[in-house]
């Protein structure tokens, strides 16, 4: 007589049952992905307020450092626009595991001024009835370029595998200083090379033109240089 070895279902099924610390994961897994999938698709619409997010402003006194008395006269402001394409390799290591590389588009202005803060009385010559006046200006120069956030954004960004690491562990990851001060240089060399100190050097010829033939000059004289 042979005794049968092959198990009864029932039992088969009762080793196969899942334990209760699993339910307990699987229910907990599902829950979170209906949870999720409701903020997602904001079919539980009141959940997004739940777990929104607070901005507070807590931002210190604007301190006033100093005064500066401005004897410039702002006579023409240009606008600029370049594209940066910065890219930064690994000698030894392949892009995809180091290196950067990032298209940015910087948008500024520079503005041109002359200096009538350094025009002296020698610079200033009027006539006895006060009827031609002639005056001699430095030549105009350059301001400082200033970058506008508003119209400055990164295109795209490619960073290799330990850059991203590397930027997990930043107090500024992501940074686009790099760029922006490359998109300050380019702007500030096309400045150079336009003609934005003619303009303003026409402008101030113009506006001294005008304010002293409102004051009775007949012939008025404007020269740049030293």
Known sequence: ???????????????????????????????????????????????????????????????????QDMSRYQAASGNFQVVVDLEKDSRFLPSAIRGTRT??????????????GKVGEQDVEVNGDRTSATIRLPHAALGKPALDPDRSYAVSKQRGL??????????????????????????AEAAKESELTGRAETN??????????????????????T
Request: proline share 4%.
């Open 1 to 67: 007589m042979t005794t049968s070895t092959k198990q009864a279902p029932s039992s088969v099924a009762a080793r196969r049952r899942m334990p209760g610390w699993g339910k307990a994961v699987v229910a907990l897994v599902a829950l979170l992905a209906v949870f999720f999938a409701g903020l997602r698709l904001s079919v539980l619409p009141g959940l997004r307020d739940l777990f929104g997010t607070d901005t507070h402003d807590r931002s210190g006194p604007v301190l006033l450092k100093s005064i």
């Open 103 to 116: 298209l940015y588009v910087g948008a500024g202005t520079v503005d041109a001024y002359v200096d009538l």
């Open 162 to 187: 330990l850059d991203r690491i590397g930027d997990f562990f930043s107090d500024n990851p992501g940074s686009e200083q790099a760029v922006q001060e490359l998109a300050v240089q380019h702007i």
């Open 204 to 225: 101030t010829t113009s506006m001294l033109d005008g304010l002293l033939k409102s004051l009775g000059f007949k012939e008025v004289k404007v020269s740049y240089g």
